[in-house]
């Protein structure tokens, strides 16, 4: 099945550890795309990749950090410097930077 | 980042009722997208909209590219219950990032 998965569903950590989010597609897709949603709000965009080894900032991207190394992966770092963590976290991915993007199935954070 | 205004924040209407939400934009887009969301999933895409008074249907589902490209409008038709969830708009200005609405939320009671 092609698709994004995201793993795990449920995450929780302590404060002030890091954390990795995983992120997988198996859509042959170029773009992907980290975003982070509160309660009542919209998608805020953390990180995104146009390519392998290259991604770019997005609005709120401090206190987290990302690697491309592979097309296909995309994993996000929360790290103890992110100020509030928890939240529901989006990898989506596309074929290209302005094409629509598809979404996983989220990974929801809470940190304790 | 980029503020989209999307409207009504929340609805809740009789089955079988036809439903309306815009999303605004203070700057032209090139393309809007709508999503839906159901409650700890991802969002699913419904529709994508490319050009400027473009008008798309999918299923009882109808969106709209404004004339103005700085709007965008979905509609559903006759709603079910499965149709609660929250809707999203996304927009993308010029070679550039895509930006969301803070979605509406319907609730559709039988």
């Known amino acids: 099945d092609g698709g994004i998965t995201q793993s795990p569903k449920y995450l929780f950590r302590k404060e002030g550890q890091n954390v990795t989010l995983s992120c997988e597609q198996n859509l042959n897709h170029d773009a992907m795309y980290w975003y982070r949603q509160d309660p009542g709000q919209g998608l805020r965009l953390i990180y995104y990749?146009?390519?392998?080894?290259?991604?770019q900032k997005g609005d709120i991207a401090e206190g987290y950090s990302v690697s491309r190394e592979k097309k296909e992966s995309f994993p996000l770092t929360v790290t103890s410097a992110q100020k509030n963590p928890t939240a529901f976290y989006l990898c989506a991915s596309s074929s290209g930077i302005h094409t629509e993007a598809f979404f996983g199935q989220g990974t929801r954070l809470t940190v304790v | 980042g980029q503020q989209l205004n999307q409207s009504p924040q929340s609805m809740f209407i009789q089955e079988g009722e036809d439903v309306s939400m815009n999303c605004t934009s203070s700057s032209i887009f090139n393309t809007w997208l709508w999503y839906k969301q159901d409650p700890g999933e991802g969002p699913v895409l419904l529709i994508a909209?490319?050009?400027?008074?473009e008008l798309t249907s999918n299923g009882r589902l109808t969106a709209q590219f404004g004339i103005t490209r700085k709007d965008s409008f979905l509609n559903i038709s006759a709603s079910i219950p499965s149709d609660v969830g929250i809707y999203f708009c996304?927009?993308?200005?010029?070679?550039?990032?895509?930006?969301f609405g803070t979605g509406t939320s319907l609730t559709v009671i039988p």
């Open positions: 909209l490319y050009k400027a008074g």
């Open positions: 990749s146009q390519i392998v080894n290259d991604f």
């Open positions: 996304a927009g993308q200005p010029t070679g550039n990032q895509f930006y």
